[in-house]
């Protein structure tokens, strides 16, 4: 059983640094993933499936962070939250979107999906997402770990909290039936996405279905295309949908197949979340130029402390412009391009990595230059041969408060689901003065 490394001997072996360097042991229990996996009868072969279509969906090994840099994250998170609920800062950030997303109908918005990189000056908010995937996932994966060296743990067993996280989840979207519907009982849910069959995560909808029905409510994994609005409701074959669960990337409800969806939404005839308006307030890219830059924070009022914490955790953003192309060319190599509406690491590009053909394109399209910040790195053994992982953490947030943490394992310019050994990967925060761990989702109520 692999233990600490030799190279860990320059970091402390108990660090967060240390374990991710040295520790290259495997804590997945495979038997027990499975049996999280199909803890329901209707679920049976989902394990098998995932491990045939999508091999790289779960990393074997799990990932560590510094008490000190999880607290960073915490301190990001409010931050941004109290410059989304200033009144000048919504005007700017709707005032660039679709009129759908002027539509406030009450909700927050589930899963919002904060990003970061973490280095020796503190983890860097790369992006924020509004129907961030994984948290589901995440949560079997986390409760399927296992003690694999000792200076791991002198004992790993999934907590309390990580076994009753699906109340969490449930709770959460009873709270957004709730903001717009007050004390009615929950109707029927539909999980909603384009082919949802298709989908890279088309598994945790799966589960999503299960846990709705654990908890009494009625749930279907439901193609977008075929929801029909008729008689001011809004229809799944012959049954009427009352809450989405919106897992569309098409987040102002744009496309000609969703507008059945885009009608009932506007008319409040359905309870939609993620919605526009959470897109528009915290995932379109430009509100990074925002919160990236100290003189435009303070104009719209935000208090120095709030100003330092972002200006320091959140890399500098900026619009690409024709004026600024020169200029950003001749910078690229320390930049990321990524377009406005971007999603799921689409169209973005390092900057050393550009050609001039792309760069045209960037030009023409609608895109924020960010600082590159490298990620730091996940050591683990691979085909009998050790190699490092990119490393970057998602904090799975709703109304201002972290749910879960997790963490994903890649090469390659961004993360992705193709790397042998990566993909999702529970994040352990360590606390080195305190000589313990805390589990992944041990984190917020």
């Not at 040295?22 to 993933?33: E, Y």
């Not at 000048?88 to 660039?96: C, K």
């Not at 999503?208 to 229809?235: N, P, Q, S, T, Y």
């Not at 990321?336 to 169209?347: E, I, L, N, R, V």
């Amino acid at each position: 059983m692999k233990t600490i490394s030799e190279e860990a001997v320059r970091f402390d072996p108990r660090s967060a640094e240390g374990l991710n360097r040295g520790c290259v042991c495997r804590p997945l229990d495979p038997d027990r993933l499975r049996r999280e996996l199909e803890a329901e009868p209707s679920l049976a072969g989902l394990d098998e499936d995932i491990a045939r279509t999508r091999p790289h969906l779960f990393s074997t090994t799990a990932a560590f962070m510094s008490g000190e840099h999880f607290s960073g994250i915490q301190a990001v998170i409010a931050a941004v939250e109290s410059v989304v609920s200033l009144p000048g800062y919504q005007e700017s950030a709707l005032a660039r979107a679709p009129r759908v997303a002027q539509f406030d109908p009450g909700p927050l918005g589930v899963f919002l999906g904060f990003d970061f990189h973490l280095t020796s000056g503190g983890p860097q908010l790369i992006e924020i997402n509004t129907n961030a995937g994984g948290a589901l996932l995440n949560t079997v994966l986390a409760r399927s770990q296992q003690a694999c060296c000792r200076e791991m743990f002198t004992e790993f067993e999934p907590t309390g909290y990580l076994k009753n996280r699906e109340s969490v989840f449930f709770e959460m979207f009873y709270e957004e039936w709730r903001r717009q519907r007050g004390a009615a009982l929950l109707g029927r849910v539909a999980i909603v996405d384009d082919n949802p069959s298709g989908q890279y995560l088309y598994p945790e909808m799966r589960l999503f279905e299960r846990m709705f029905a654990r908890f009494g409510a009625e749930a279907v994994v439901a193609d977008a295309c075929e929801l029909i609005w008729r008689d001011g409701r809004l229809w799944h074959e012959v049954r009427t949908v009352e809450l989405v669960y919106n897992r569309l990337t098409d987040f102002y409800l744009e496309d000609p197949a969703h507008l059945a969806l885009h009608a009932a939404y506007e008319a409040g005839a359905v309870v939609v979340t993620p919605h526009p308006r959470a897109h528009a307030l915290y995932a379109d890219k430009r509100n990074l130029i925002t919160l990236s830059h100290d003189d435009t924070l303070e104009a719209l009022g935000v208090p120095a402390e709030a100003r330092a914490i972002l200006v320091a955790g959140v890399p500098r953003t900026e619009s690409v412009t024709p004026g600024r192309a020169e200029a950003l060319w001749a910078e690229r190599r320390k930049l990321f391009f990524k377009p406005a509406a971007g999603y799921g690491s689409k169209a973005a590009y390092r900057g050393d990595k550009l050609t001039r053909r792309v760069w045209q394109e960037i030009l023409r399209g609608d895109y924020v230059a960010q600082a590159l910040v490298t990620p730091s790195e996940r050591r683990l053994e691979v085909d009998s041969a050790e190699t490092d992982l990119k490393l970057d953490v998602r904090a799975y947030v709703y109304g201002g408060a972290i749910q879960l943490v997790a963490a994903r394992l890649y090469e390659g310019q961004t993360t992705n689901f193709r790397t042998p050994g990566g993909g999702f990967a529970p994040l352990f925060v360590v606390d080195v003065k305190n000589k313990n761990f805390c589990a992944p989702g041990q984190i917020s109520a």
